[in-house]
């Protein structure tokens, strides 16, 4: 026989399943990542003692200005990224909650993901370096372009080391002597892809006193959403649109496409 339960019995009996539920969310490790902004490097110079791009077989001239590749850091593949984590991520403006799968290649262990990225890093740079030369109408087999960065991985620097072998190679400075900085993947033929974390990038790129950011096209309203004061955003498909924008940008001639 089954004894009838008070108000305050039924309740409590019923509560227990919810606490244990919230508890088990608290503490249990959550599939996401928390991101923060990350480094930028000025492909046009060095990078940990050395030159990021260092080109023979052409000649090249100085530039006044920098071309800054932006990243973000985010916890790694392992890590325990807990409810208190994703909350606190969610309201702070300088870090962000992303799926580890956005992250990260799901299945795989931390040496496999390193390795991806490297392949990717450098399936970039010759994707830029193609590119690059293509544009400028040169020879890739006269002219040898080595690209070198260190600790950094994936594609998304890909138009930023387009931009730098082209203002090392071509005529002129694009820069204008001004710190621009951006993101973007980049196609043997020329196009810009889009990539993640841009509103990340964007703070680490003004932080580092970037004033113009190159962002892809199809990423102006994330670039948007949380843009840093004095940072100014131009969108890119292709290679040759982000130097023609450059170019005009530094003239005062022709103009330049806003987000």
Request: glycine fraction near 14%.
């Amino acid at each position: 026989m089954l004894s009838r339960l008070t108000r305050p019995q039924f309740l409590a009996v019923c509560g227990l399943p919810v606490v244990a539920l919230l508890a088990t969310a608290v503490f249990a490790p959550l599939p996401f990542s928390v991101a923060r902004p990350g480094l930028t490097a000025d492909v046009l110079g060095e990078n940990r003692g050395a030159e990021v791009i260092t080109i023979s077989g052409a000649p090249t001239h100085g530039t006044g200005g920098q071309l800054r590749m932006t990243t973000i850091e985010a916890t790694g593949p392992d890590a325990s990224v807990r409810l208190g984590d994703v909350l606190s991520g969610w309201f702070d403006t300088d870090r962000a909650v992303m799926p580890r799968d956005a992250v990260y290649p799901s299945g795989n262990n931390v040496s496999e993901i390193e390795k991806y990225n490297q392949r990717q890093m450098k399936e970039s740079q010759d994707s830029a370096t193609a590119a690059a030369l293509g544009y400028l109408g040169m020879d890739g087999d006269g002219v040898d372009v080595k690209l070198r960065l260190k600790d950094v991985g994936g594609p998304s620097a890909g138009l930023l080391f387009s931009l730098g072998i082209v203002d090392k190679l071509g005529a002129g400075d694009l820069t204008g002597g001004k710190v621009v900085a951006g993101t973007g993947t980049i196609t043997d033929d020329g196009r810009v892809g889009a990539v993640g974390g841009v509103p990340l990038k964007t703070q680490a790129a003004r932080r580092d006193g970037a004033t113009v950011f190159l962002v892809p096209k199809a990423e102006c309203s994330d670039a948007q959403a949380e843009l840093p004061k004095g940072l100014r955003l131009i969108p890119v498909t292709t290679l040759k649109g982000a130097v023609d924008s450059l170019k005009a940008l530094e003239s005062g001639k022709g103009s330049v496409p806003a987000c």
